[in-house]
């Protein structure tokens, strides 16, 4: 006879102590752990009672007819897959053979009974269902490795990435879960999940090299997976808790990286095939880690090339307050063309802010040239419709690709004397008197070769205030411009002692945005 998977435990189901006997004595030789029933009843008390891989089911019990308990067994969702076997010395027709497989059963035998191919019935059923809730067992692990994938992928930090890797490895392999990687920070995050929600722990920072080399990984690139036993795995976290042995992957997409580590309880990874699913997830783990860090330097290099474009310094200018922010999109990583600039001429000062087209190195190159040149313009003394002509030139002759906004203004801080020219740009808000107004709209893009330009001349009162900004403050895909504008109107008119907090109030009222944002505030004393 084949031999069969040891551990199989079998119920054999039948009202004759004898026949239990003899078909539980051909079981047990072929390794069977055999549980016994002598009635329906008795059935469903051994199936809640023992975990049940077989049923052998007489037909003719006393308190029921075989076929019902079957069609029962098939129904109950705890015992839908288990497979039965029916035996039968006086239900031996070919009609009820016919009738007992089609109401549920895998195999109908009837008396006599040779054993060699009751076993290998037996045998024949089992393989099935093993592969069976194999391919299920795959089929349902590969769904969460894809919907972890996706997860692991779309993950926006380092902390997001950790929680969804650690409920990933513990939907895909129903054991606990840790992972463990190490952010450009510093800090290790070492998240578990148990069940319920991933929580973190903390860990020392050496500890992702420690498991690296636990699995042969080292300093190589590539994947490495390791069984390590429980004790071995305590002296290397020793405030963990693992109840079994430890399947360990770690994984390092490009040599000086920190290695990530995924682990698990072993029982959850007991074949090849979660093995290699546990790889896969460390590889996914270390490339989304790779992606995610290159993202966090290039989008830290942008902002420090983007910072070091703006004024670090604005003049004194006793009698008013100034209070200016740049806010780079979350979002994005490249740099953008959002510009502000503060110049004191001696008899005025100027305030500028623009928005050079796009999100690119090259717009902010264009941005540093408009800057510089709108610099050399004001020192030559030339007015601000004229230097705003002057730049359009400069658009057209060198970035003829291109387009900019820009509001340019002369303030003479002795009267409050206001000169505003637009190119475009969205007109600044006046507050006076508890009450906020919108400057006149003005001019064409930088870039046209119109020179048609906005000029508006006004004047700021004792304890007024203007507010410039850019457009993504103010820009929603889902909100009219108009309404946004309305909103900040209102929002702006209570100005704030404190204009740090004031501006602060103004670009948390407007939350995330999807594009950068600059924001001057000045305001004369009272």
Not at 190 to 211: F, H, I, K, S, Y
Request: with cysteine; hydrophobic share 45%.
């Amino acid at each position: 006879m084949t031999d069969v998977i040891p551990t199989v435990t079998t119920l054999v189901v039948d009202d004759n102590e004898t026949k239990r006997y003899i078909i539980g004595s051909w079981l047990r030789r072929a390794g069977h752990t055999v549980v016994e029933a002598a009635s329906a009843a008795q059935c469903w008390e051994r199936l809640a009672e023992h975990q049940i891989e077989l049923v052998v089911l007489d037909i003719h019990l006393p308190d029921a007819n075989g076929m019902e308990v079957c069609e029962q067994i098939k129904a109950a969702p705890a015992t839908a897959s288990v497979p039965v076997v029916h035996i039968s010395a006086t239900a031996v027709e070919a009609t009820d053979r016919t009738h007992g497989l089609r109401r549920g059963a895998d195999a109908y035998m009837t008396d006599p009974i040779d054993p060699g191919e009751f076993i290998a019935t037996v045998e024949a059923v089992l393989r099935y269902y093993r592969a069976r809730r194999r391919a299920e067992r795959i089929a349902e692990r590969m769904a969460a490795f894809t919907s972890t994938s996706l997860a692991i992928n779309a993950a926006q930090t380092f902390d997001g990435l950790a929680a969804v890797a650690a409920r990933g490895a513990f939907d895909i392999f129903s054991a606990p879960a840790a992972v463990y990687i190490l952010p450009p920070d510093g800090h290790v995050r070492r998240t578990v999940q148990l069940g319920g929600e991933p929580w973190n722990r903390p860990c020392p920072p050496d500890v992702p090299a420690r498991l690296a080399a636990a699995t042969g990984l080292g300093d190589d690139t590539g994947t490495r997976i390791a069984a390590v036993p429980e004790a071995r795995w305590r002296e290397l976290l020793p405030d963990s808790e693992p109840s079994d042995d430890v399947l360990l992957v770690t994984s390092r997409a490009k040599r000086g990286r920190p290695a990530i580590g995924v682990a698990i309880e072993a029982g959850g990874a007991s074949d090849e095939d979660a093995t290699q699913l546990l790889r896969q997830l460390g590889q996914a783990v270390a490339l989304a880690m790779e992606a995610l860090r290159s993202y966090t330097e290039e989008h830290m290099i942008s902002l420090t090339l983007q910072r070091s474009l703006l004024p670090a310094v604005h003049p004194a200018m006793p009698g008013w307050a100034f209070s200016v922010r740049y806010e780079p999109a979350s979002d994005q990583a490249e740099v953008g063309g959002d510009f502000y600039e503060v110049i004191d001429r001696g008899e005025d000062v100027l305030v500028a802010i623009g928005d050079v087209q796009g999100h690119s190195l090259h717009a902010a190159t264009v941005m540093a040239e408009l800057r510089h040149a709108m610099r050399a313009f004001a020192a030559e003394g030339h007015g601000i419709t004229d230097i705003l002509k002057l730049l359009n030139n400069v658009m057209q002759r060198y970035h003829d690709d291109q387009t900019a906004t820009m509001c340019l203004m002369s303030l003479d801080p002795r009267t409050g004397r206001l000169q505003v020219a637009n190119a475009g740009h969205l007109p600044p808000l006046h507050i006076a008197g508890g009450r906020a107004e919108y400057g006149g709209r003005g001019g064409l893009l930088l870039g046209f070769p119109a020179e048609r330009l906005g000029l508006e001349e006004t004047s700021v009162p004792p304890g007024g205030t203007v507010v410039l900004i850019t457009d993504g403050l103010v820009e929603d895909r889902t909100v009219p411009l108009a309404a946004n504008l309305e909103r900040l109107r209102v929002l702006a008119t209570d100005v704030d002692d404190d204009l740090e907090a004031y501006s602060d109030r103004i670009i948390t009222e407007f939350g995330h945005r999807e594009d950068d944002v600059a924001l001057i505030v000045l305001r004369r004393d009272p």
